[in-house]
């Protein structure tokens, strides 16, 4: 007879799913190796009259998303403005039975905002079903082969929307195990997906499921690894020692996200718990202690709600929670702490009592932040205009740039800023001297000046004296000082217009470091170029380069540290 103890559910990391009574179930749930999910659990040695011989595990793609508005966007499955990665062939549905889904039809583009954009609604294998805010309504679509990346935005009204990657591929994975955990490897970054742990015996599989939460592949967590400058021992080796080629911090593989700041480094694991090695001389590690220094990683707190929006400036840090807290903590030279003073604090404190908070980027001397309804705000010092508010003036406390509500991304350089809108434009302010702001001078600018007329950038990172971008093509560009190469297209030559890098089109994210590069391609493969003095480039030399060198043989790294302008040691997960 078969087996009637079986688990079935969405995997969130750090999520204990619904358990099915008596069925054999999923104590941890976290995401191991990259694009793997590692699933443990408990069970019985038998059941339905015979051992357990075996345990399958199967992940499936997640093909129906509810969609419901908040803050004057729309929210897949609890995230707002959620990229999502779609499979060619696949069948979606976009539920929007929610009431909040009122006057807000979600529909398809191949423009960034649609109609609002400029572009026009797609239609190629889309049907619709009811009104939105009504029982039944939905967007459905057949992802058609070849298709190209879309958009979804609201029919009535701008800046709601977010980006759909399409992709080809499997759309279930399975592995075997005897005991726990069972590994799903292979999985498909961005996608979201289902999973089950069945228990086998001779009688055969058992056929009953359960649900919960969902993973997104690229959440998943793996091993830290750190190369270049360690004099203040932020690798995290336990030394001072510099090393030109990546060397791994311990031997956990729990690692979600880094960010690294002037000699010291924060670092997030799947737990949500928060990290820190190098530098502490003045609180930028969080610890509340008075050693100067830490070689080896030491936590911030015991709490374990922290979130990968997570930024460092020279000697500060800034992180948000998933209740949508701002935190900050170190120097609060020029009130870069935001916290209405410029005090130095050594442990985390609340910026004001908001918790709308999205998204963060650090300066060297600054912060800008952006708000769950696409607002933009910046405080800390505003000598160069980097601040965006028409004028050189610090703020200790956040003030917002302008009225708009559709600001989509941030990222900070030393003394300037970058921000992608939700109509994918692109626009910059404060110091130019080396043409990083993309208007064809070097002219600084305190408001914000759009960079061209494109309506395709999708990904940007700040750098010391430059900017680094990705457009929805996957295709590499920058801007601004390049006389070490930093830019990465063949030359020396510092641009104040966009320059591409290279002609590949298989970028997926992008960091920018003084005057250093890292880039990771769609094929896991890591890529570095510029400044290589201490060996910060990973490359087992000190060689400057100026294009692209790929640092090893690996095509399993997943993740790259946060935007860092004033760092100069680089940090992946693999």
């Not at 604090?345 to 060297?364: D, H, I, N, R």
């Not at 509500?405 to 692109?426: M, N, P, Q, R």
């Amino acid at each position: 007879m078969p087996i009637g103890d079986h688990l079935g559910g969405f995997i969130r990391p750090g999520f204990n799913p619904l358990l099915v009574p008596g069925a054999p179930t999923i104590g941890t749930a976290s995401s191991g190796g990259g694009l793997d999910i590692s699933i443990a659990f408990t069970a019985p040695s038998d059941v339905g009259g015979g051992a357990i011989t075996s345990y399958e595990a199967v992940a499936t793609e997640r093909t129906t998303f509810v969609v419901t508005v908040g803050g004057g966007k729309f929210v897949i499955d609890g995230v707002s403005q959620d990229t999502l990665t779609l499979q060619e062939g696949g069948t979606y549905t976009f539920d929007q039975s929610a009431g909040t889904n009122s006057t807000h039809p979600l529909r398809l583009s191949t423009t960034s905002d649609g109609t609002h954009g400029g572009g026009s609604e797609y239609t190629t294998g889309v049907t619709t079903n009811g009104t939105p805010g009504s029982a039944g309504a939905y967007t459905r679509i057949v992802v058609a082969s070849g298709a190209p990346t879309l958009y979804y935005y609201c029919s009535s009204h701008s800046g709601m929307g977010g980006t759909v990657n399409t992709t080809t591929g499997a759309t279930s994975f399975t592995a075997t195990g005897t005991s726990s955990p069972v590994t799903v490897t292979g999985l498909i970054e961005g996608q979201s997906y289902t999973t089950t742990v069945t228990a086998i015996n001779d009688y055969g599989p058992s056929g009953i499921s359960g649900t919960s939460n969902s993973v997104q592949a690229e959440d998943v967590v793996g091993e830290l690894w750190g190369w270049g400058y360690n004099a203040e021992g932020q690798l995290g080796q336990g030394n001072t020692t510099a090393y030109s080629s990546p060397v791994q911090v311990g031997s956990l593989t729990t690692w979600l996200h880094m960010t690294g700041g002037y000699q010291f480094q924060i670092s997030i694991k799947g737990d949500k718990t928060l990290w820190g090695t190098g530098l502490n001389d003045v609180g930028q590690l969080g610890v509340n202690t008075g050693t100067p220094q830490y070689s080896s990683p030491v936590q911030v707190g015991t709490l374990t709600d922290w979130t990968t929006e997570i930024g460092a400036g020279r000697d500060w840090a800034s992180a948000i929670k998933t209740d949508g807290t701002l935190w900050a903590w170190g120097s609060g030279s020029y009130g870069r702490l935001g916290l209405g003073n410029t005090t130095n604090y050594s442990s985390p404190k609340q910026v004001g009592a908001l918790a709308t908070w999205s998204k963060l980027s650090c300066g060297e001397n600054f912060t800008a932040a952006i708000k769950t309804d696409g607002t933009l705000w910046t405080w800390g010092y505003g000598g160069k205009g980097q601040l965006g508010q028409g004028n050189t003036t610090s703020y200790s406390s956040p003030v917002q740039v302008g009225a708009l509500t559709t600001w989509s991304t941030i990222a900070c350089g030393w003394e300037f800023a970058a921000a992608i809108k939700t109509d994918g434009t692109l626009w910059a302010f404060g110091n130019n001297g080396d043409g990083q702001l993309g208007q064809g001078n070097t002219t600084n600018y305190s408001s914000p000046v759009q960079i061209g007329a494109l309506t395709t950038w999708s990904k940007i990172s700040g750098g010391n004296k430059n900017l680094a971008m990705i457009k929805t093509d996957g295709s590499l560009w920058g801007v601004g000082y390049n006389e070490e190469g930093s830019i990465g297209d063949g030359t020396s030559v510092s641009k104040s217009s966009p320059v591409q890098v290279g002609a590949l089109t298989t970028w997926s994210k992008i960091s920018r470091g003084a005057n250093t590069s890292f880039g990771l391609s769609t094929g896991g493969t890591l890529w570095s170029w510029g400044r290589n003095s201490q060996g910060r480039l990973g490359l087992n030399n000190t060689t400057y380069y100026s294009s692209p060198k790929q640092i090893g043989s690996l095509t399993t790294w997943k993740n790259i540290q946060n935007p860092m302008a004033t760092a100069i040691s680089g940090a992946a997960i693999k």
